[in-house]
């Protein structure tokens, strides 16, 4: 088991910042991908950026969020600069096997939630 706990979100004014991190603990963190998803209201739950165990790492969000990793702290983060209200969502952070698709991804955090206000 990997339990996963997301902290970071807030409000924030576009073209704003927000460093959003995800702890985890149980078993070894360096052996899984970490990822991170948003869930709009109404939406379904999108893939936004992931890393694997050595860094490489592939986001969906035009080069404006960052995914990065501390395998000794057992945290990933998450960079977003030039926030929009668009990406306004409930950010989740998922651990599990390299991927863009929630199916793959065996554990979830509860999630944290980031509004972008006009």
């Known amino acids: 088991q990997v339990q996963l706990v997301e902290s970071g979100g807030g409000l924030v004014q576009a073209g704003g910042s927000l460093r959003l991190s995800c702890a985890a603990s149980?078993?070894?963190?360096?052996?899984?991908?970490m990822a991170w998803f948003r869930q709009a209201p109404g939406k379904e739950r999108k893939f936004v950026a992931a890393?694997?165990?050595?860094?490489g790492s592939s986001d969906s969000v035009e080069g404006r969020f960052t995914i990065s990793r501390d395998n000794a702290k057992n945290t990933v983060y998450l960079q977003m600069n030039s926030l929009k209200p668009e990406d306004t969502a409930v950010y989740y952070c998922?651990?599990?096997?390299?991927?863009?698709?929630?199916?793959?991804?065996?554990?979830w955090g509860q999630g944290t939630q980031v509004t972008v206000s006009s």
């Open positions: 998922a651990a599990g096997m390299w991927g863009t698709a929630v199916a793959q991804y065996a554990y």
């Open positions: 149980g078993r070894t963190f360096s052996g899984y991908t």
């Open positions: 890393i694997n165990w050595s860094g």
